[in-house]
């Protein structure tokens, strides 16, 4: 059976040429960058040369690129590091409702040990109000932790205006851009971001890589501690043909930034226009074009039920999610539509989230988006009967 994968938000399949990058750093440089010798420079080498990429593609500098396991110890690091850093300066973090839970559990943690955090509401299009930000900035804020865009429902947040606002208040300001970075261009001085978290196999890089963008002169406390690598910032022997399947990863999406967002919008717009085609029901979770990410679709299709749609799209051959891998092995509701929709509205148990990425073709968003409604007509169809 042909399958179809449309679940890149959860992960992203290696581009050839990452893996071509890293099996030959496997083969042939095995050193260890803190070493003085041949092997070791040559293993340096290729580390700064892969930290160079990294931070010009977002307008940093080369030292201000750290290295971490994913995406999720980059949030925790920002999160926890400035916490710590700046615990003198005040204890009040604002984040908002629809963040990862490594931002949010993250926060919850601070939360259980004496910081204050307010979390934002959002609209039924999942994004913050600036004057809810700016009522619930205090003198006591130390760190602002907004999502670049999301994970579930492809809501972009205002970056740019939150960064204005921050310019003249002490608290540093981060952002998760696992979803958004590779899709959408960013330059941190523009933005004013203080800290922006990555993760490389959101971006057809390997899994278990990402970096934390760190501006010049933030106070941040480290979080593990040993040697002296990554600008003592990060202690570890650095993991040397991830970090350059990532750059390789890196590489390829700044070029593709423009045609990937042309693709995946006209993907969006062939897979409704197919449900409409057809007659189904559905609503739109977010947003469709300006104000959302390109490769997130979340669609809500009244009358079925999320289980059963997974279920019979994986039968199909059709991989989608209900929303954060995380949370995918227990299908709970989700703390996003919970936030854009409140806890008792249908949508939370409905709606699937279809992500486009590397390799899809207009053929099997046509095909894929036929089998949807014939599975949702199905289910709706069987769920009146019973009634
Ligand atoms: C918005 C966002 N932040 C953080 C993460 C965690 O990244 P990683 O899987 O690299 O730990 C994810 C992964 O789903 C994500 O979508």
Redo the contacts with the bound molecule.
């Keep these: 059976m042909e399958r179809i994968y449309l679940d890149h938000?959860?992960?992203s399949p290696v581009h050839p040429k990452v893996v071509d990058k890293m099996v030959s750093i496997l083969n042939q440089d095995f050193g260890n960058p803190s070493s003085i010798h041949s092997f070791g420079r040559e293993a340096r080498s290729i580390l700064d040369e892969a930290r160079s990429i990294i931070a010009s593609s977002i307008g940093a500098h080369f030292n201000e690129i750290v290295f971490t396991?994913?995406?999720?110890?980059a949030?925790n690091f920002a999160i926890l590091g400035i916490a710590e850093a700046m615990s003198e300066k005040g204890k009040h973090i604002i984040t908002s409702k629809i963040?990862?839970h490594?931002?949010l559990h993250t926060c919850e943690y601070l939360e259980k040990n004496g910081y204050e955090i307010t979390y934002l509401d959002v609209n039924e299009n999942g994004q913050i109000s600036i004057d809810d930000l700016k009522a619930a900035l205090s003198e006591n804020t130390i760190l602002v932790t907004i999502?670049f865009g999301?994970?579930e429902v492809g809501t972009i947040q205002p970056i740019k205006e939150i960064g204005q606002l921050l310019k003249n208040h002490q608290a540093y300001f981060h952002t998760?851009a696992?979803?958004a970075y590779g899709v959408m261009k960013m330059n941190v001085n523009e933005l004013n971001l203080d800290l922006l978290?990555v993760?490389?196999?959101?971006i057809n890089g390997p899994?278990?890589i990402?970096f934390v963008y760190i501006r010049t002169g933030t106070k941040l406390m480290s979080r593990i501690h040993g040697g002296e690598q990554e600008l003592k910032r990060r202690a570890g022997t650095e993991n040397i043909s991830s970090i350059a399947g990532f750059a390789e990863a890196v590489k390829i999406a700044q070029y593709s930034v423009e045609q990937k967002q042309e693709q995946y919008q006209q993907f969006k717009k062939i897979f409704l226009e197919e449900l409409k085609n057809q007659n189904v029901d559905f609503q739109l979770n977010g947003l469709l074009e300006k104000g959302s990410l390109p490769h997130v679709l979340n669609i809500s299709f009244p009358g079925t039920d999320v289980e059963a749609m997974l279920v019979n799209l994986d039968l199909a051959g059709i991989a989608a999610s209900s929303g954060?891998?995380?949370t995918a092995g227990s299908i709970e509701p989700s703390h996003v539509l919970v936030a854009m929709f409140g806890k008792d509205s249908e949508r939370l148990r409905n709606s699937i989230r279809f992500s486009f990425g590397l390799n899809n073709t207009i053929e099997e968003i046509e095909k894929a988006a036929n089998k949807v409604a014939e599975i949702v007509k199905r289910l709706t169809m069987s769920n009146r009967n019973r009634r």
């Excluded at 396991?69 to 110890?73: A, D, L, M, N, Q």
């Design positions: 938000a959860a992960t396991s994913g995406g999720t110890e949030d963040e990862h490594a931002v999502m999301n994970n998760d696992v979803q978290s993760s490389a196999h959101k899994k278990g990402g954060s891998a995380c």
